[in-house]
């Protein structure tokens, strides 16, 4: 369960901007937008959210709080790899700014795991780590388990490591690069007390960046695993007129790579393709006799392919209680099929196991408190110098249950609107 997530110098992102998932003390839809996350000692439970709304201009920086937290899961699962050994970290600073440019980025998340708080980052230039540390709150009151920190006089990092943490220290740290984590990397050489703080990067959240939504890649995967009855239920309930869906696997075709492509190179990707298979989709509807028709899922509309897309990911989240970040949710979707996707996180019915939902979007409709509660729009504006700047629509107090949301947003009162220039 996410709590909230901070970055700094980090693409358009200078400050350190941070993004909460924790609700306010206001009750309006309560009982469907928010849920009790229970926390192991201390304080029994934190009241979270199941979704949250990003609004702001084209370029304001929506995609970029996004892409953090999804860079800051490559890097966790990354760093575990021997095959990324030589690579860069991917970050890439704030370039508007002499200083920032020489100074890593810092991703920090915190995050609930079997009851217990953790707080977990790190600093990183594309060449190191430079700094990372983890603190645990298993009884309410914080833990420091380890931390390292860069020291240029040294050329080496530092290590602190708290009385509460165990395991082969020395060995783990022996065996962490300059480019990897140490969460990582004990995790790896089988950190039993790490192992809940990795899976959670592994296994929590889901990013959704490619706005066409083809059929392809870790979506037919997921539709693959997914049971054909539970889509279907799922694109029924999103009217769309599909009938029924079929998915079978067959080889995979290589005779229909380009006929310009070099042999040499053709007859490689045949042999390295040989034994591999693809997932193939079609939808069937229903002719004027009732008899069924088949079509290839590319012969429906963009809306259809991205509602069929979602709708693995959307129910594997659902099932399992994990995040999904979503960047430009309302893309080729009216605006009802955006709110059954929302709304779907906000019963208890669907939604049993409390799963998060972070999404970007233009759609202002949505901006209605029947719709979202307050704490759960935020929004991102971007300076005259390239900075961008993140907030929660509850920095202006609106009335409760009064206020008209979306006008005042059109109207510019809450910002992340763009200004436009005569030509």
Same mark, same amino acid.
């Given at each position: 369960m996410l709590i909230e997530f901070s970055v700094a110098n980090f693409y358009s992102? +200078?400050?350190? /901007?941070? %993004?909460s998932m924790v609700a306010s003390k206001g009750n309006e839809l309560e009982e469907t937008h928010t849920f009790l996350a229970p926390i192991s000692g201390g304080r029994d439970e934190i009241r979270l959210l199941r979704s949250a709304a990003v609004y702001g201009a084209n370029a304001a920086g929506k995609t970029t709080l996004l892409f953090a937290m999804d860079v800051m899961h490559? $890097?966790?699962?990354?760093?575990?790899?021997?095959?990324?050994?030589? *690579? *860069? $970290?991917?970050v890439t600073p704030f370039a508007l700014d002499a200083?920032?440019?020489? #100074?890593?980025?810092? %991703?920090? #998340?915190? %995050?609930?795991v079997d009851k217990v708080r953790y707080q977990y980052g790190f600093t990183a230039t594309q060449k190191r780590v430079v700094d990372e540390w983890l603190i645990a709150y298993p009884h309410g009151r914080g833990r420091h388990w380890f931390s390292r920190a860069w020291s240029s006089k040294r050329n080496e990092h530092e290590w602190e490591f708290g009385a509460f943490f165990t395991g082969e220290k020395k060995l783990w740290q022996g065996?962490?690069?300059d480019n990897a984590l140490f969460l990582s990397?004990?995790? +790896? %050489?089988?950190? +039993?007390?790490? /192992?809940? $703080?990795y899976d959670w990067f592994a296994?929590?959240?889901?990013?959704? +960046?490619?706005?066409?939504m083809t059929l392809a890649g870790s979506m037919v995967d997921i539709l693959a695993s997914t049971e054909t009855k539970k889509v279907l239920d799922f694109t029924k309930a999103a009217d769309l007129g599909i009938?029924?869906?079929? #998915?079978?696997?067959? *080889?995979?075709?290589?005779?229909n790579l380009p006929a310009n492509m070099p042999e040499n190179i053709r007859q490689a990707i045949s042999e390295?393709? /040989? *034994?591999?298979?693809?997932?193939? #989709?079609?939808?069937?509807?229903?002719?004027a006799a009732g008899e069924h028709v088949r079509f290839p899922v590319g012969a429906e509309s963009a809306g259809t392919n991205k509602i069929i897309s979602f709708s693995g990911l959307w129910i594997d989240a659902l099932e399992k209680g994990y995040a999904i970040l979503v960047d430009e949710l309302h893309h080729n979707l009216h605006v009802e099929l955006v709110k059954f996707l929302v709304n779907l996180f906000h019963q208890e019915q669907t939604n049993p196991r409390n799963a998060q939902l972070i999404f970007t979007t233009h759609e202002t409709s949505l901006l209605n408190q029947e719709f979202l509660r307050r704490d759960q729009i935020w929004f991102c504006e971007k300076s005259e110098k390239g900075e961008t700047t993140l907030y929660p629509l509850t920095d202006f107090h609106p009335r409760k249950g009064r206020e008209n949301l979306e006008l005042g947003y059109i109207s510019g009162v809450y910002g992340a609107v763009p200004y436009i220039r005569k030509p």
């Amino acid at each position: 369960m996410l709590i909230e997530f901070s970055v700094a110098n980090f693409y358009s992102i +200078k400050e350190r /901007q941070t %993004f909460s998932m924790v609700a306010s003390k206001g009750n309006e839809l309560e009982e469907t937008h928010t849920f009790l996350a229970p926390i192991s000692g201390g304080r029994d439970e934190i009241r979270l959210l199941r979704s949250a709304a990003v609004y702001g201009a084209n370029a304001a920086g929506k995609t970029t709080l996004l892409f953090a937290m999804d860079v800051m899961h490559q $890097v966790v699962l990354g760093s575990a790899s021997d095959l990324v050994s030589k *690579d *860069d $970290v991917p970050v890439t600073p704030f370039a508007l700014d002499a200083k920032t440019r020489k #100074m890593p980025s810092e %991703f920090e #998340m915190h %995050f609930i795991v079997d009851k217990v708080r953790y707080q977990y980052g790190f600093t990183a230039t594309q060449k190191r780590v430079v700094d990372e540390w983890l603190i645990a709150y298993p009884h309410g009151r914080g833990r420091h388990w380890f931390s390292r920190a860069w020291s240029s006089k040294r050329n080496e990092h530092e290590w602190e490591f708290g009385a509460f943490f165990t395991g082969e220290k020395k060995l783990w740290q022996g065996a962490t690069r300059d480019n990897a984590l140490f969460l990582s990397t004990a995790v +790896k %050489f089988n950190s +039993k007390q790490l /192992q809940p $703080v990795y899976d959670w990067f592994a296994n929590n959240a889901h990013s959704i +960046k490619d706005q066409s939504m083809t059929l392809a890649g870790s979506m037919v995967d997921i539709l693959a695993s997914t049971e054909t009855k539970k889509v279907l239920d799922f694109t029924k309930a999103a009217d769309l007129g599909i009938h029924d869906l079929h #998915m079978q696997e067959r *080889d995979l075709d290589t005779s229909n790579l380009p006929a310009n492509m070099p042999e040499n190179i053709r007859q490689a990707i045949s042999e390295n393709l /040989q *034994d591999e298979k693809v997932w193939e #989709m079609h939808t069937v509807h229903l002719d004027a006799a009732g008899e069924h028709v088949r079509f290839p899922v590319g012969a429906e509309s963009a809306g259809t392919n991205k509602i069929i897309s979602f709708s693995g990911l959307w129910i594997d989240a659902l099932e399992k209680g994990y995040a999904i970040l979503v960047d430009e949710l309302h893309h080729n979707l009216h605006v009802e099929l955006v709110k059954f996707l929302v709304n779907l996180f906000h019963q208890e019915q669907t939604n049993p196991r409390n799963a998060q939902l972070i999404f970007t979007t233009h759609e202002t409709s949505l901006l209605n408190q029947e719709f979202l509660r307050r704490d759960q729009i935020w929004f991102c504006e971007k300076s005259e110098k390239g900075e961008t700047t993140l907030y929660p629509l509850t920095d202006f107090h609106p009335r409760k249950g009064r206020e008209n949301l979306e006008l005042g947003y059109i109207s510019g009162v809450y910002g992340a609107v763009p200004y436009i220039r005569k030509p």
